[in-house]
Structure formats: C-alpha cells, structure tokens
C-alpha cells in the first residue's frame, strides 16, 4: 500500500469511529479490549471464523467483507491480536460500504479502493491505539524503531501491524515502518507518502537491515541506507533505524527527512540507483511507469497509484448506477437491478 491518502485516511477513520459510537454506545472500548467477542454480538452482521490458508501466516489482514449478508470473514490465525486487527479492518469495509456520508467520501478520491483500504488500516490502528492513551509515548520529533517495539511489548494489545500504522501516522515527513522476519524478508509495510518495498521482498543486503541482522537481540541505525525494489532499483538515500520486536520479528523505520534519532537530517533527493525496469501502462489509470513491484496476486506491476491487475479484474465487473450514476461493485445491486441498493 502507497499511503497515497494519509490524512484524509485518517480523518475518515475518525468519522467511522464516531458512528460506531452512535450506534453502540461504548462499543469503541470493548473493540479495543477484544474485537470478535464485541462483534459477535451485534446483530446487523455476521462473524465467521474460517481455518487459515496455507501460506497466508505472514498475511496482515487475513479476511474479507461480504456485503450481503453483511458478514466479517477472519482467519483463525495463532495470533490473537492479528484476529482483532483483521476484525477491526473488515468492520472499515462494513462501515464505508453501509453508512451514504462514508461511501460518498470514498468516491471523490481518484483511486476509491484504494482509499477505503487505507481508512480500514487507519481505523484498526485508531481503534486499538488511541493517540489520547499514548500522548507522551513518543518524542515530538516522531518515532523511532524503539518507540514501535514498546507500544506492542508494552503499551498496548495490537497486532504488530497495528503499531506499525501507528508508528507510520507519526512520522514527521515522508517514510515508512516496515515489519521484517528474521532473515530479512518484508512482512508488512506502512508508508507515509512513500513507495514502500513490496511484501515479500528481500530488503536483507540494505545497509541498514544488514547491520541489524548481523546483531543479536539489538538492532542497528544508518545515515546511508535505500529499499531494495525488485527490479534492481533503488530509492533515494535515506535514514534508518531498526530494532527486534523478538528473536523472530524486526522492527524498521526509513525516513527521507527529519529522522528522530538524528538532531539533523536533510532530505538526499535524487540518489536512487537504476536497474533493469520495463516500462508498464496501467489498466486502471493509463499512467506509463517503469515496473518495480508487483502485486503478491495478480504479479502484475503496481503502478505509482497502487493500482495493479486486481483492480482492472475488479473494474470488469462493476456496474454503473442509472440513479446516482456512481459505478460500484455487484454486491451493491439487487438481482435483476439498475439502481444500487442505496438508490432503490
């Protein structure tokens, strides 16, 4: 995910959360101690728990939404606390696909999916960490891989995920705090106003994440260090600071600008390393951009707006609206209808 939207992400998880309050009173602080066993009892949707995929255990969100009936999907993963991050993103979906203010926001965003996915990881993030719980955590400067790795062994019962977005929320300039494994392999990424590397992808011969690796327990910082994009490139120069969550998990943020743990550092713009990139054109927004990253589905490559092969699939099937006019997905037409639901 590009953190193409990250102040009206997080203005619309606001707006989510406030509704969650009017319709259930005090809901917000039962979400935050235990997601399912809250959910589970409301009566407008449905939970269901569903064995994990193979393979998915280095997943963020492990679920989907179905709009009709209105039902959250989470997979039944070993950690307690992903369960509770994957609820809390699928009810965003619920939330903006059921409340016409929140939808009507989605839609005047140039990449409307992509949107309502950053304001779910958004809302999950506020939800099980309030920022008025965890005012004096941090330096006013922002984050550093430490401040990340307290808040989950510490401060709170997020997912590592979770504090991630968090972590990347406060960052005071353009970077992104990135969940690693033990060798070095990107589990999850949260960007603000960068382009982050790709899951899966193997950021262990970075300056930064190769210092760290070499250490037992501790973790390592750099002034000099870049994302490791597939294709061979490079980003700009940037600044590091990395730091294990446990034996098995590494915490990193890289930053352009205002690095906290520098007392001074200045953005390094165009020190990007070249590779073997291919140019691609976009399905969805018919931009020309050079490939380097792919999506972990499709395999198509990403453009800068984050949209790959999923979203022209997706765009295949929706219909258009003959009352508002709005082209939506199929789960928003009664059979046999010209008008969305809303409409009809």
């Not at 998880?13 to 009173?25: E, F, N, T, Y």
């Amino acid at each position: 995910m590009r953190g193409r939207y990250p102040s009206e992400a997080q203005a619309q998880a606001r707006s989510m959360i406030a509704i969650v309050d009017d319709l259930h009173p005090g809901a917000v602080n039962r979400l935050r101690s235990d997601p399912l066993a809250e959910l589970m009892s409301w009566g407008e949707l449905t939970v269901n728990v569903v064995a994990e995929t193979p393979g998915a255990e280095g997943c963020s969100v492990a679920g989907s939404y179905l709009h009709d009936p209105p039902t959250l999907v989470v997979a039944s993963s070993k950690s307690y606390r992903r369960r509770g991050f994957t609820a809390l993103h699928e009810l965003g979906h619920h939330l903006q696909q059921t409340d016409l203010d929140l939808g009507s926001k989605i839609f005047q965003h140039h990449d409307p999916e992509r949107f309502e996915e950053e304001a779910c990881d958004a809302f999950a993030a506020q939800v099980l960490l309030p920022d008025a719980d965890l005012e004096g955590k941090i330096d006013r400067r922002g984050p550093v891989a430490q401040d990340v790795v307290d808040l989950f062994a510490e401060h709170s019962s997020a997912s590592r995920e979770a504090c991630c977005v968090w972590g990347a929320r406060h960052l005071r300039g353009s970077g992104v705090v990135i969940l690693l494994d033990r060798v070095g392999t990107v589990l999850f990424a949260a960007p603000r106003s960068c382009i982050p590397p790709g899951k899966g992808s193997d950021q262990s011969g970075t300056p930064l994440i190769a210092a760290a690796l070499r250490t037992s327990g501790t973790g390592a910082s750099s002034d000099d260090t870049h994302i490791q994009y597939r294709d061979g490139r490079t980003s700009d120069s940037l600044y590091g600071d990395a730091r294990w969550l446990d034996d098995e998990y590494l915490v990193a943020i890289l930053v352009t600008d205002n690095a906290a743990w520098r007392p001074l550092a200045l953005p390094r713009p165009d020190t990007a390393r070249g590779g073997s990139a291919r140019w691609w054109t976009c399905e969805t927004c018919e931009n020309t951009f050079p490939a380097t990253d792919r999506c972990d589905r499709c395999h198509d490559p990403r453009c800068p707006d984050g949209h790959c092969g999923c979203d022209a699939a997706r765009a295949a099937k929706d219909r258009l609206c003959t009352a508002c006019f709005l082209t939506l997905h199929p789960s928003r037409f009664d059979a046999g209808s010209d008008t969305c639901k809303e409409c009809s």
